[in-house]
């Protein structure tokens, strides 16, 4: 939900941004007020492949937030990094597109995009000055950086984006928490219409989602549902049960078992770690109950790893708070950050990683440093209602400081952290008023520093069928 979406069917004057505006209180108003997202909704043209209403016009230049997937960092930071490293802003494209349709959709286009953009290049004068500083005088090819469901995207372009000529003009492909392998969190958002009762926002979701072939394609395709003593990976009609579109999932499911067939060449992936992140689940009487923890299977015939009493065992890996580590790659070798998924594209440590990886000076990326601090905080709160935020990695608060924010300026607080159960750190907290909040952690014995987005609204959990 990273890029902008303009709505231009009322033609030149009338239009109307759906998502994404240039200062943060758009945001509670569009989660918080019943019609507040009605826009976003897929009509039936668009559902039939017509997708000409909707216009994504640019990647998020403010903070955002969803259920479930929490915040999300503005991309201007890493945008003008990325600028000032390549040799001349002409040489960058930004690929805003309409996360709310299919994985494919986004892919054709990327491709057509990507080869575009690559001939403009060539042909700019900028170009050949650059060529004369690169290794053989050679000719620029295509660096992709791309976040969460953009690299799905960038893959698909390459392997079913309609250019078979296009990996031959790679150099190399960075991607940021994408999970290759679906995430959990996408089937808490299909499910929070029918589970419990749950704040406006989610149930605002869940009626958006449950159209979106977008949002099916992020499913978790790995075996993640526990069914008595087996786990197994999820069916169209386990996708319908907990509130999906058993259609819809059934295309996503055939059109990622051709997909990773594929090679993705030249890939870096930077993934989140230690970070609470559910990576598996149980459907009861159609309610999705997540867990934090994964299952493995042995190599050579694929069998479940099972303990003495043929249960299987419980692995914690952790990830970035939305994706899942394992996910987040599609080989063993990856860069490693102590981050949360919306901040992987905007922390000075994934930037420099990103800066890094389009100089070609460093092919290894940080190490991972051993006891990373991790954050967990609610995704939605109530005003003036107490909360817990949990510091994983840690139980002692010298040297730790925390600080919540609210986005427009209007208050900040920097409450006390104490030892909790777990060897970990708490803080009780409490936010004055409706709006969006940032949480950021800091601790001398972590490189890297810890933010989060909060949303605090009502508590008003009326189902919503917009």
């Not at 991309?75 to 309409?98: G, H, I, M, R």
């Not at 949990?390 to 608060?397: E, K, L, R, S, Y």
């Not at 920097?414 to 907290?429: K, R």
Request: glycine letters at 8%; charged letters at 20%.
């Amino acid at each position: 939900m990273g890029s902008e979406l303009v709505d231009i069917s009322g033609g030149k004057g009338k239009e109307k941004v759906l998502w994404g505006l240039a200062k943060p209180g758009w945001l509670a108003k569009a989660w918080l007020s019943p019609s507040g997202l009605k826009g976003l909704h897929l009509t039936p043209e668009e559902a039939a492949g017509q997708s000409t209403r909707v216009e994504p016009r640019r990647l998020l230049s403010t903070p955002a937030w969803t259920p479930f997937l929490r915040g999300i960092e503005p991309y201007t930071k890493l945008t003008s990094d990325v600028e000032a490293t390549a040799a001349d802003p002409a040489a960058v494209l930004a690929f805003p597109y309409d996360w709310r349709l299919s994985v494919d959709h986004n892919a054709r286009r990327l491709a057509k995009e990507a080869r575009a953009h690559l001939q403009r290049w060539r042909s700019h004068p900028k170009h050949t000055e650059a060529r004369r500083r690169a290794v053989d005088e050679r000719e620029a090819r295509l660096v992709f950086i791309a976040h969460s469901m953009g690299g799905l995207i960038t893959y698909a372009a390459l392997a079913l984006g309609g250019d078979s000529d296009l990996t031959a003009d790679i150099r190399g492909i960075m991607t940021l928490g994408t999970p290759f392998h679906g995430s959990v969190a996408a089937a808490n958002i299909l499910n929070s219409i029918q589970g419990a009762p749950l704040p406006l926002p989610h149930s605002k979701l869940a009626a958006l989602a449950a159209t979106m072939p977008g949002v099916h394609d992020l499913l978790p395709r790995y075996p993640c549902l526990e069914d008595g003593l087996d786990v197994r990976s999820l069916s169209p009609s386990d996708i319908a049960a907990l509130g999906g579109d058993k259609d819809l999932a059934a295309i996503s499911i055939a059109y990622f078992d051709n997909l990773y067939t594929h090679h993705l060449p030249q890939l870096r992936p930077v993934v989140g770690i230690q970070q609470d992140t559910d990576q598996s689940l149980q459907i009861v009487n159609g309610v999705v109950i997540p867990a934090t923890y994964s299952f493995r299977h042995h190599n050579d015939d694929k069998q479940l790893l099972r303990d003495e009493h043929g249960r299987p065992r419980r692995f914690q890996v952790w990830g970035d708070g939305t994706v899942p580590r394992e996910s987040a790659s599609l080989q063993r070798r990856t860069i490693p950050l102590a981050l949360q998924h919306g901040a992987l594209a905007s922390n000075q440590h994934a930037r420099q990683a990103v800066i890094d990886f389009l100089l070609e000076d460093d092919h290894l990326g940080p190490d991972q440093a051993p006891g990373a601090l991790g954050l967990t905080v609610p995704d939605y709160v109530t005003p003036d209602t107490e909360w817990q935020l949990n510091i994983t990695g840690t139980d002692h608060p010298a040297g730790t400081d925390i600080t919540i924010t609210a986005l427009d300026g209007s208050w900040t607080a920097s409450p006390p952290l104490y030892g909790s159960d777990n060897d970990t750190l708490a803080a009780d907290l409490r936010v004055p008023a409706t709006g969006l909040y940032r949480v950021t952690v800091q601790a001398d014995r972590s490189p890297t520093t810890l933010t989060q987005l909060v949303l605090a609204g009502p508590n008003d959990t009326t189902p919503v069928g917009e």
